[in-house]
């Protein structure tokens, strides 16, 4: 079946410094790719999705690029802030039945 | 724009409780989802919807009923509360086809006591 594996949290990071957070997966589909964003109190919402192999996604600095040949979708940030602070999922659509597999996610705390 | 509203925001049961959680949203979207978030877990797929009085089991149905009486609105019924059980339940609703975005509510947190 469909899974997605992402780097275990949390992760802790000063301002400043650059965020990595693995995300591989597995489909026998051709998948749709997502990163959502989970911030304190609220739901998740959507940071960006790439649809296509080979393509990048991005939003407020953060982006990934679907690697379909290493079945991966890595998280990347430059600089974080503290405001980046939150719990961050990475997800796929097989596009087939109407439904996203998420990750467990990864808490990032991100300090001063 | 739209929003999902869920009710109540914190519900607090007994053991073996039946309760209740609902959802409303005005997106006009076909489908609606209830996750399940425990703490360091990632969302689990209790049950969705595609159309109005449609169901469809996700990967955690067992012990959960769920109804989607009209387009706007999906309610997920616990049908007995588990002592010690704590969890938040995150509605969401979206175009029809698994690759379109997904929107949240803010949640409703169980405990159970």
């Known amino acids: 079946g469909d899974s997605v594996t992402q780097t275990e949290g949390p992760v802790t990071l000063s301002e400043g410094t650059s965020l990595t957070v693995n995300c591989s997966y597995e489909t026998k589909q051709y998948p749709t790719l997502f990163w959502y964003v989970q911030y304190p109190g609220e739901g998740p919402q959507l940071l960006f999705k790439v649809p296509k192999a080979n393509e990048k996604g991005s939003n407020r600095g953060f982006e990934a690029t679907y690697n379909k040949e290493a079945t991966s979708f890595h998280l990347q940030k430059a600089s974080v802030q503290e405001s980046d602070s939150a719990v961050y999922y990475c997800?796929?659509?097989?596009?087939?039945?109407?439904?996203?597999?998420f990750g467990d996610g990864t808490q990032l705390v991100v300090k001063p | 724009g739209g929003i999902i509203t869920q009710t109540p925001k914190f519900l607090i049961g007994q053991e073996g409780q039946k309760l209740t959680l609902k959802c409303q949203q005005n997106f006009n979207h076909d489908t609606m989802y209830w996750y399940r978030q425990d703490s360091g877990k990632g969302l689990r797929l209790i049950y969705y919807s595609i159309t109005e009085n449609d169901l469809q089991k996700g990967d955690l149905s067992e012990g959960y009923d769920a109804s989607r009486e009209k387009k706007s609105s999906f309610s997920l019924t616990v049908t007995s509360a588990q002592k010690n059980e704590m969890a938040v339940f995150l509605c969401?609703?979206?175009?029809?086809?698994?690759?379109?975005?997904?929107?949240f509510g803010p949640g409703t947190r169980l405990t159970v006591l």
């Open positions: 997800a796929l659509s097989d596009n087939s039945n109407n439904r996203i597999f």
């Open positions: 969401a609703s979206s175009i029809t086809g698994g690759d379109y975005e997904q929107y």
